[in-house]
């Protein structure tokens, strides 16, 4: 990148000095993150892969196991000159996380999640647009009960516009606007509580998780509502606006149904899964299909995506909705991109929302991606 190019610096903060204990979070995030990504590793190779001197990576990895979040899982097979080294790896009983999916329609999914993302424990309830967020809160405290490892923290995908304080700044389908879901909830929980828009979330975990290209991946959350995350060169996008990806309020037909947004005729009142399941013919179904793709096609061919899932229920997407979405697609871009772009389904089996509420909370609370 050619760094002398000019750039507004208007709005930014200096960035002040680096406190010790930044730092030291910062080194145990790179140690965390090394055997999350890489597995059972020595001493001396965290010192290598981090370049992190011996004696830091000894003391911090010494408090990790004290804190419960590594442990040691004897020597490296092989035959070695001199002491065979001992390997560290994430312990069995690490922390966990309570992860919380509010994207589904008319249902909750709550679960405990470890820090390599497998669910634990689940329960789903009801829940409704109307209902009481003791509804949300209640579902944690069972789930924090089902566990007896220590919780890091509770994570929350959503629907709506999340800024990054949690607050749920719009989710027209839940009848939520300025809400602070994680303020609300952290009091009635007693844990720390982070909130993300159910689709961002879920592209992480997709990414984090699963079989994403995060260097270009578009997924889109088909439930109570329709959301969208974006991931690029490895980062979830969101914007000034804390909006992107949010696809499914886009206007394809300005005289159709009304929207819980306001408007007419948003791709949501087509694609959302109570829309889907009106529908009687596969022909129908196809034309929902064509609609997406005219949405989809100006974010992939202008953002250089490769890969886009939709996440949602397989019996109403896969088929003629799934076909006529390639088809359009291949017909509304250039024949480069046509032919390198994967549309596919993420089936719900893979609970990319808990799994991806629970990335945010490893995130936020220990600087793990």
């Given at each position: 990148?050619?760094?002398?190019?000019?750039?507004?610096?208007?709005?930014?903060?200096?960035?002040?000095?680096?406190?010790?204990?930044?730092?030291?979070?910062?080194?145990?995030?790179l140690i965390l993150q090394q055997l999350v990504d890489e597995g059972a590793r020595s001493r001396a190779d965290?010192?290598?892969?981090?370049?992190?001197?011996?004696?830091?990576?000894?003391?911090?990895?010494?408090?990790?196991?004290?804190?419960?979040?590594?442990?040691?899982?004897?020597?490296?097979?092989?035959?070695?000159?001199?002491?065979?080294?001992?390997?560290?790896?994430?312990?069995?009983?690490?922390?966990?996380?309570?992860?919380?999916?509010?994207?589904?329609?008319?249902?909750?999914?709550?679960?405990?999640?470890?820090?390599?993302?497998?669910?634990?424990?689940?329960?789903?309830?009801?829940?409704?647009?109307?209902?009481?967020?003791?509804?949300i809160s209640d579902l944690a405290i069972r789930l924090q009960a089902a566990t007896t490892r220590r919780i890091?923290?509770?994570?929350?995908?959503?629907?709506?516009?999340?800024?990054?304080?949690?607050?749920?700044?719009?989710?027209?389908?839940?009848?939520?606007?300025?809400?602070?879901?994680?303020?609300?909830?952290?009091?009635?929980?007693?844990?720390?509580?982070?909130?993300?828009?159910?689709?961002?979330?879920?592209?992480?975990?997709?990414?984090?998780?699963?079989?994403?290209?995060?260097?270009?991946?578009?997924?889109?959350?088909?439930?109570?509502?329709?959301?969208?995350?974006?991931?690029?060169?490895?980062?979830?996008?969101?914007?000034?606006?804390?909006?992107?990806?949010?696809?499914?309020?886009?206007?394809?037909?300005?005289?159709?149904?009304?929207?819980?947004?306001?408007?007419?005729?948003?791709?949501?009142?087509?694609?959302?899964?109570?829309?889907?399941?009106?529908?009687?013919?596969?022909?129908?179904?196809?034309?929902?299909?064509?609609?997406?793709?005219?949405?989809?096609?100006?974010?992939?061919?202008?953002?250089?995506?490769?890969?886009?899932?939709?996440?949602?229920?397989?019996?109403?997407?896969?088929?003629?909705?799934?076909?006529?979405?390639?088809?359009?697609?291949?017909?509304?871009?250039?024949?480069?991109?046509?032919?390198?772009?994967?549309?596919?389904?993420?089936?719900?089996?893979?609970?990319?929302?808990?799994?991806?509420?629970?990335?945010?909370?490893?995130?936020?609370?220990?600087?793990?991606?």
């Amino acid at each position: 990148m050619n760094e002398a190019r000019t750039r507004s610096t208007a709005g930014r903060r200096p960035v002040g000095k680096v406190r010790p204990a930044d730092t030291r979070r910062h080194h145990r995030a790179l140690i965390l993150q090394q055997l999350v990504d890489e597995g059972a590793r020595s001493r001396a190779d965290l010192a290598r892969e981090t370049s992190l001197t011996r004696v830091t990576i000894s003391d911090l990895v010494a408090e990790l196991i004290d804190e419960g979040f590594v442990s040691e899982l004897g020597t490296r097979p092989g035959t070695h000159m001199g002491k065979p080294a001992t390997l560290v790896g994430i312990s069995e009983d690490a922390p966990v996380t309570i992860a919380l999916d509010l994207s589904a329609d008319g249902q909750l999914s709550g679960g405990v999640v470890d820090l390599d993302g497998h669910i634990l424990a689940r329960e789903q309830v009801p829940f409704v647009r109307g209902d009481d967020l003791s509804v949300i809160s209640d579902l944690a405290i069972r789930l924090q009960a089902a566990t007896t490892r220590r919780i890091l923290g509770v994570g929350i995908g959503t629907p709506g516009i999340v800024d990054a304080a949690g607050t749920v700044v719009l989710a027209p389908n839940l009848g939520w606007t300025d809400l602070d879901l994680t303020g609300e909830l952290s009091k009635a929980i007693g844990l720390p509580v982070h909130a993300g828009n159910d689709a961002n979330v879920a592209a992480v975990a997709e990414s984090a998780f699963g079989a994403g290209d995060d260097g270009g991946l578009l997924l889109l959350t088909v439930g109570q509502g329709v959301g969208g995350g974006v991931m690029i060169d490895g980062r979830a996008l969101s914007g000034p606006l804390q909006s992107a990806g949010e696809i499914g309020h886009v206007v394809v037909d300005p005289d159709g149904r009304q929207c819980a947004c306001g408007n007419r005729g948003c791709l949501e009142t087509f694609l959302a899964a109570p829309a889907l399941r009106q529908l009687d013919s596969d022909a129908a179904r196809a034309e929902v299909g064509t609609r997406l793709a005219s949405v989809l096609t100006p974010v992939v061919t202008t953002l250089g995506i490769a890969d886009v899932v939709l996440y949602g229920p397989a019996e109403l997407l896969e088929g003629a909705l799934l076909d006529a979405v390639r088809s359009a697609l291949a017909h509304q871009t250039l024949p480069f991109v046509a032919q390198r772009v994967q549309i596919r389904l993420a089936p719900l089996d893979d609970e990319l929302v808990l799994t991806g509420a629970a990335a945010l909370v490893r995130y936020r609370e220990l600087g793990v991606v």
